[in-house]
């Protein structure tokens, strides 16, 4: 399958830990984005790469939660000193360069935080 | 900044019956419409997607979306469903950022099939 793939799929921590989820993009993609959803809700915007660079950050970036994509291939998504409403399920997508704006998204990786 | 209304959180229909799934949009501007289907503790799937040409959008499983400008809609519709389809569906707008496009997505609307 040379889909995007995220890794872990579940993650249960407690209050306060830090926790690092992992995303590989479709082989030929240069953007990769992350978004995430809670219960009830659509996905939400979080950041978004073009091979290495982070061009764009949502204000729902605070500044527990940092991204890195060091070789423009996969990323990982950290989030330190977790907290209750950062429960939620975390999506990456990644698209080629081009202009056509479709988004390939990934299983995601369900966070819980107790 | 774009937004996604959708307008019904929970359709219920019976198998083989029609169904229409609404969703609005806030820009009068150029966009880019995209339907996607949330299975059960999975990702997003693409179901059909807008860029331009003709307002009628055929997709997967059988479904098609209309485009519609003047009323800022893109309403998903299938003839006759499944148990099959029993899934949350997500309407999405692009909405420009540094060098690419973003998705803005409505609050889903969970469609359940019964027998």
Redo the contacts between chains.
């Keep these: 399958d040379t889909g995007v793939s995220q890794d872990p799929r579940h993650k249960i921590t407690k209050r306060g830990q830090n926790v690092t989820f992992r995303c590989d993009p479709i082989s030929e993609h240069n953007r990769l984005y992350w978004y995430r959803q809670t219960l009830g809700q659509g996905p939400e915007f979080l950041t978004y790469f073009q091979n290495e660079a982070q061009l764009e950050k949502s204000r729902l970036l605070s500044d527990r939660f940092s991204a890195e994509r060091p070789k423009g291939s996969f990323s990982t998504l950290e989030i330190q000193r977790t907290e209750q409403g950062d429960s939620a399920m975390y999506l990456c997508a990644s698209s080629p360069e081009g202009t056509s704006p479709e988004q390939f998204f990934g299983p995601g990786t369900r966070l819980t935080v107790l | 900044a774009q937004s996604?209304t959708q307008l019904d959180s929970q359709v219920p229909v019976f198998e083989e019956a029609p169904v229409e799934l609404r969703c609005n949009y806030s820009s009068s501007v150029s966009v880019?419409l995209?339907w996607?289907v949330q299975y059960p503790?999975?990702?997003?799937?693409?179901l059909l997607?807008y860029?331009s040409g003709s307002t009628l959008v055929k997709g997967i499983n059988g479904f098609e979306a209309e485009f519609n400008k003047s009323q800022t809609s893109f309403h998903l519709r299938k003839p006759s469903v499944h148990i099959s389809d029993t899934a949350e569906y997500?309407c999405?707008v692009?909405e420009a950022?540094?060098?690419?496009?973003?998705?803005?997505?409505?609050?889903?609307t969970r469609l359940t099939i019964n027998p």
């Design positions: 996604v880019y995209f996607y503790n999975q990702g997003l799937q693409l997607k860029l997500f999405a692009s950022i540094q060098g690419a496009q973003k998705l803005v997505f409505g609050q889903g």
